[in-house]
């Protein structure tokens, strides 16, 4: 990022807000923060952000502008909804789509902004909101090379391991919605292991600390297993929400039924998601699932 | 292990070979080995194994005697079958059994070797034939002390990981059944993650590559990824069976349904081994279940 730029970004939630004060700490930026909820751009406006009153306040004067939003349907509106962003941007400005929305979706946006002369990258982003912060998400991105070069000194701000994984808009949300299915999966490993620890009568804790170190080992258990341990006895702190994976493991099911590959683990993994969210964990830490699984109901040791 | 010691093995396998020559390579150690196929005892002679003609020959003048079979079945005939082993052992020797058979079987074995003056220390290992060959295994103990403490210098030899779980029998086999539910589960996930890779026309090696740089990643995601890109051209060579995870899969279900614990997703993963059993992959190495996902049948570009 060299010289003075203007950043926009719509959407100041658990990514948003850390990439959003991330990039208003780097010299000669200038970022401007809208979300729906006021408390959320209050928090972006004590960092340094300049909160403003709609996506097209966001949009106004940014080269660049970042979607961090929950799905499809808030980043159309973002775009071209009321008081959206497309018609603010100025022409050749290019849309950084951080958000899971799947491939269908972001080729539909992808070609709106195109009729109006302006560019889309694909970038879906993996890590949390500390990484987020820290400037250590894993991106994959897919996009024309010109609008590509045009995201760069954001992206690398914002990324520790950058791939570009197609030149098509839509390539990212692809790598995206498989790295869902497989982080999906293994959070719902991950709990029913602890369940069954619990259910057999060993330490959970000490289990998945022994398992996180061999051929059982995963980013998931060693991130998710600990909370899971803890969830068991109280609320932990809520830093990626269950209905996430709903949102997301249904992409998983839509696009391995688009493509006719059998994906049967992600489809009962993702069923769990579901059921959390029916039993009310939807805004709860995914950890939470694990209660699903080791809580009530009759339990005897084998 | 100081001074002279004789240490027994029965099953000279992918798992019991290395070990045996690790072992055998042991200053002061002899190390005397059967298995029911000539070749493999010509392998472990090779490598300085005092290869023997039952599993009595075994025992037979060994303080310490590893049981490395396949499975309860397997466990029971070389103890107490015909030219079985429990009789040849002298008084108050210990049986290492690092075989996945499952907590009850585990404590029949241990009850009926008890009656017999001998010790069982329940030690299930993890890891593959190069990591056993270097000493590198994952072992969980459960195990009385004073049995624990008679085998600890071999335990030690072999182990990198070794965590006494709990001081009975068949609480290492209950971790070791855990860390199969997750195993098998991590290498379904992959394949299907693979599959979908090549069913959406991306490069499956660049998606397996990417996404095991964060939050899907896994040991079996960085394992087994590569070698299912292999199986989809070629027969990878054998490393791990899929009729192990046949067997480890139904000993997560059994314990699963004992515990009154749900394990949807280890059960659909379950069923993706004994589908590719039936398939005729069941000696073939575990990464070829990406075949039945991803080969043959409509495909289409969504």
Same mark, same amino acid.
């Given at each position: 990022?060299?010289?003075?730029?203007?950043?926009?970004?719509?959407?100041?939630?658990?990514?948003?807000?850390?990439?959003?004060?991330?990039?208003?700490?780097?010299?000669?930026?200038?970022?401007?923060?809208?979300?729906?909820?006021?408390a959320r751009r209050r928090l972006a406006a004590d960092g340094g952000v300049v909160a403003v009153e709609s996506a097209a306040g966001a949009g106004d004067g940014a080269q660049l502008l970042i979607l961090s939003v929950r799905d499809g349907v808030q980043a159309e509106n973002a775009l071209f909804g009321e008081a959206g962003a497309a018609s603010a941007l100025p022409a050749g400005a290019v849309v950084l789509l951080t958000s899971t929305i799947g491939a269908d979706a972001a080729r539909a946006l992808g070609d709106r902004l195109a009729a109006a002369g302006l560019g889309l990258v694909d970038a879906p982003i993996s890590g949390g909101p500390v990484r987020a912060g820290n400037g250590e998400l894993l991106i994959v991105v897919g996009g024309a090379e010109h609008d590509?070069?045009?995201?760069?000194?954001?992206?690398?701000?914002?990324?520790?391991?950058?791939?570009?994984?197609?030149?098509? /808009?839509?390539?990212?949300?692809? +790598?995206?919605?498989?790295?869902? #299915?497989?982080?999906?999966?293994?959070? &719902?490993? @991950? $709990?029913?292991? /602890?369940?069954?620890?619990?259910? +057999?009568?060993?330490?959970?804790? #000490?289990?998945?600390?022994?398992?996180? &170190?061999? @051929? $059982?080992?995963?980013?998931?258990?060693?991130?998710?297993?600990?909370?899971?341990?803890?969830?068991?006895?109280?609320?932990?702190?809520?830093?990626?929400?269950?209905?996430?994976?709903?949102?997301?493991?249904?992409?998983?099911?839509?696009?391995?039924?688009?493509?006719?590959?059998?994906?049967?683990?992600?489809?009962?993994a993702g069923q769990l998601y579901v059921i959390a969210e029916r039993a009310g964990l939807g805004t709860s830490d995914d950890s939470t699932i694990v209660r699903m699984l080791a809580e009530g109901g009759q339990r005897e040791q084998p």
């Amino acid at each position: 990022m060299n010289g003075t730029s203007t950043v926009g970004i719509v959407g100041l939630g658990a990514m948003g807000l850390p990439m959003a004060l991330r990039l208003a700490a780097t010299p000669g930026v200038t970022v401007r923060g809208y979300d729906t909820a006021p408390a959320r751009r209050r928090l972006a406006a004590d960092g340094g952000v300049v909160a403003v009153e709609s996506a097209a306040g966001a949009g106004d004067g940014a080269q660049l502008l970042i979607l961090s939003v929950r799905d499809g349907v808030q980043a159309e509106n973002a775009l071209f909804g009321e008081a959206g962003a497309a018609s603010a941007l100025p022409a050749g400005a290019v849309v950084l789509l951080t958000s899971t929305i799947g491939a269908d979706a972001a080729r539909a946006l992808g070609d709106r902004l195109a009729a109006a002369g302006l560019g889309l990258v694909d970038a879906p982003i993996s890590g949390g909101p500390v990484r987020a912060g820290n400037g250590e998400l894993l991106i994959v991105v897919g996009g024309a090379e010109h609008d590509v070069v045009a995201a760069r000194s954001v992206l690398e701000r914002l990324a520790s391991t950058l791939t570009i994984v197609g030149p098509r /808009v839509g390539d990212g949300q692809l +790598v995206k919605v498989i790295n869902q #299915l497989l982080a999906g999966v293994h959070i &719902a490993a @991950a $709990a029913e292991a /602890v369940a069954l620890a619990v259910g +057999v009568g060993l330490d959970p804790a #000490l289990v998945v600390q022994t398992l996180s &170190a061999g @051929a $059982a080992s995963s980013f998931m258990l060693s991130d998710r297993g600990p909370r899971m341990v803890q969830a068991l006895d109280g609320d932990p702190e809520v830093r990626s929400r269950v209905d996430i994976f709903v949102k997301d493991m249904a992409l998983v099911a839509r696009l391995a039924a688009d493509a006719h590959i059998p994906a049967p683990v992600a489809a009962a993994a993702g069923q769990l998601y579901v059921i959390a969210e029916r039993a009310g964990l939807g805004t709860s830490d995914d950890s939470t699932i694990v209660r699903m699984l080791a809580e009530g109901g009759q339990r005897e040791q084998p």
